[in-house]
């Protein structure tokens, strides 16, 4: 059996090396023309390839297409439906909804807590928009309620699939402080709720002056032409973008303009790009009848975090200002997101600008080496006084990590 593996799927060879003789491509190269695409039994991908009617004719062998994503619109699911009804050997298409939702939900708290640190704002009271109640966006929801917020949750099609769930408007929604993005790209024929370019001038106009806008769904949700005229126009406070239209060329006004800009990788937390790959790798050998190599512990090898790091704080004020300082502190100690965000933008006026954004996704694990805050153990020296210690746990723990006197990884100390 052959299996094309995209090169920048972790574990590809190790987990797809069980099923057969493995081949590690560019994802970006694999078309229609990629040379001996018809001897592949297995293509193992990731967004940047695109499934078209062309690809799929040619991939004459394939039986299966696993995508470690969480999305399928670089899919056309359509046209394989189509040729399976004349194929031999139907193909079937498996994905990872969920698999980086903790990824992606950490990395918008990533960026509140850098939007916020500048001006020493408090997230108690503050509203927090967000549309699209899926896998990513209720964990992000979910992480708001120990910080005291105020949550619209704006997803209509959930509230038609589910009727115990209402779903604020989206003209509500767009009212909140911070306004978050999480849903996937729809088009007019494929959905009653088409997303694609669902916020535009119109929608902009309504965002408060002080809000900010984040997108790590997909680039094309946004109308990036609006976007960077209304940044430019300071119509909102600012903007944090993950996602593009016409990527790996990333619009450079809407790079220069936001206040973080990143290479698409809210998802690429060490666990949630193994887990997509883990979850296709499992679905390939279920519908291919072979049972999977053991795949225990492979999400944690290798996390190697600091053992006591001491995170100082500023405990003066209140609690509650105080508790928002620690939970920043901490995160920052984690991970800069900001320092990513520089490299980006400092890409601009270079060229080869789309390989650089591509070389940034690729070598981000080695460079950054982020995990999901989850894994993560935290403990409070003798200095957080109990009340700030309470309120300081209640914001962790919608993150899962583990509050502990033995042996954390981080220590909060007040000062």
Aim: proline share 6%.
């Amino acid at each position: 059996m052959k299996i094309l593996v995209d090169e920048n799927i972790p574990l590809g060879r190790e987990l797809f090396g069980s099923l057969g003789q493995v081949t590690l491509a560019s994802g970006r190269e694999v078309d229609e023309s990629f040379p001996r695409l018809e001897r592949f039994d297995v293509l193992a991908i990731r967004s940047v390839t695109r499934v078209t009617p062309a690809l799929v004719e040619r991939a004459a062998r394939c039986r299966v297409i696993g995508t470690a994503t969480i999305g399928t619109d670089h899919i056309d699911l359509d046209c394989i439906e189509e040729a399976n009804r004349r194929r031999a050997n139907p193909i079937s298409v498996f994905s990872a909804p969920g698999s980086n939702a903790d990824s992606v939900a950490d990395y918008v708290w990533f960026a509140l807590a850098h939007l916020t640190a500048a001006r020493d704002e408090p997230l108690a009271g503050r509203c927090l928009g967000v549309i699209g109640h899926g896998n990513c966006g209720s964990r992000v929801a979910r992480r708001a309620a120990g910080f005291g917020m105020r949550v619209l949750r704006c997803d209509p099609p959930l509230a038609e699939r589910d009727p115990s769930f209402a779903s604020d408007s989206l003209e509500e929604a767009l009212r909140a402080d911070f306004v978050t993005l999480h849903v996937p790209l729809t088009r007019t024929a494929e959905s009653e709720h088409p997303t694609y370019h669902m916020i535009g001038a119109a929608e902009l106009s309504r965002l408060r002056a002080s809000a900010y806008l984040l997108n790590t769904s997909r680039g094309a949700v946004l109308d990036s032409s609006a976007l960077a005229e209304a940044l430019r126009m300071r119509a909102l406070a600012g903007a944090v973008l993950d996602v593009y239209e016409g990527e790996p060329e990333a619009p450079e006004p809407l790079i220069r303009l936001s206040d973080l800009a990143t290479p698409h990788i809210a998802g690429y937390a060490v666990e949630g790009k193994r887990r997509g790959a883990i979850v296709i790798y499992e679905q390939t050998c279920r519908a291919l009848g072979v049972r999977p190599v053991q795949t225990d512990g492979l999400l944690a090898r290798g996390f190697d975090p600091p053992r006591g790091a001491r995170v100082p704080f500023d405990a003066s004020e209140g609690p509650q200002q105080a508790a928002d300082r620690a939970f920043r502190a901490l995160l920052k100690s984690i991970y800069d997101i900001d320092a990513t965000s520089r490299e980006l933008k400092g890409t601009l006026g270079l060229p080869g600008r789309g390989e650089l954004f591509d070389a940034m996704r690729r070598d981000y694990e080695s460079a950054y080496g982020r995990h999901e805050l989850a894994r993560y153990r935290v403990g409070f020296d003798a200095s957080v006084p109990a009340e700030l210690r309470d309120r300081t746990a209640r914001r962790l723990e919608g993150f899962g990590m583990e509050l502990t006197g033995r042996e954390p990884h981080y220590v909060l100390v007040a000062g």
